[in-house]
């Protein structure tokens, strides 16, 4: 059931126009309102808007009658698409991995979103976490493994010059914030226009073999306009003899 309809109030002209409030009207005749409603099967209050109710081809939001999120997706997984899968399909798949399920199947049995209910998995090293079946078939894994080794699996499958521009970045990050007194003195904000630039350049480095803690140092780094570091382009603007000795005289 339809609560209340907002429609939008704009300002400015038709190319770059705002809306600077809603107003409350009493029935939808085109799209950009913001309709409240009740369900029709839950009664939970929701929000949608009137794209979805003047929809003819959408069957579940319409003007006559109005379907929250959940139970659209209770009804198409059971009623239209029979799509329900088997607990011990779930089961193999998660033990596949050496990972263990906790969620008993009849706690899956009684659930009424069974693709997307939070199942209690604990994954090879030990961690408890939660993960829905429909998130689980697309590949999503333990969050705190992911998260410990994200930063290894950006090295393991990096090769060559990507390779080389990741670690270089990797450490000139982590330079500019342990000295960024010395490097940006004046607490210049790095933006879309304003560069962290290497004055001898990473394609130079690669191109020579030099470590990558002599490209990152501070000694290398530099805030610039992004129009110069861009019509720098891959160009260095000091030799890497110039470099070694502004490392080693400045240390």
């Not at 794209?51 to 003819?56: A, D, E, G, I, V």
């Amino acid at each position: 059931m339809i609560i209340n309809i907002w429609k939008p109030i704009y300002k400015g002209s038709k190319q770059n126009r705002q809306v600077t409030r809603y107003e409350k009207v009493d029935f939808v005749d085109r799209k950009g309102y913001i309709i409240i409603y009740s369900c029709d099967i839950c009664e939970k209050i929701s929000k949608t808007n009137s794209s979805s109710l003047l929809n003819t081809s959408y069957s579940f939001n319409t003007i006559q009658k109005q379907t929250c999120r959940c139970c659209r997706s209770r009804i198409s997984e059971y009623e239209i698409k029979k799509t329900q899968i088997h607990f011990s399909e779930i089961l193999n798949s998660i033990a596949s991995e050496n990972y263990t399920l906790k969620t008993s199947e009849k706690e899956y049995n009684s659930s009424f979103r069974k693709s997307q209910m939070k199942l209690n998995v604990v994954c090879n090293i030990g961690h408890d976490y939660t993960v829905s079946w429909n998130n689980w078939s697309k590949g999503k894994r333990c969050r705190t493994c992911y998260e410990k080794n994200k930063k290894s699996n950006a090295v393991k499958y990096k090769y060559g010059f990507f390779l080389y521009h990741f670690l270089v970045w990797k450490e000139t990050n982590k330079n500019f914030k342990e000295y960024q007194n010395l490097i940006n003195p004046n607490n210049l904000k790095r933006t879309s226009k304003l560069h962290l630039d290497h004055i001898y350049s990473i394609y130079d480095g690669f191109q020579n073999n030099v470590p990558t803690y002599i490209i990152s140092s501070i000694q290398n780094l530099r805030l610039v306009s992004s129009a110069r570091n861009i019509s720098k382009g891959k160009k260095s603007e000091i030799t890497l003899d110039e470099l070694c000795i502004k490392i080693f005289t400045e240390k």
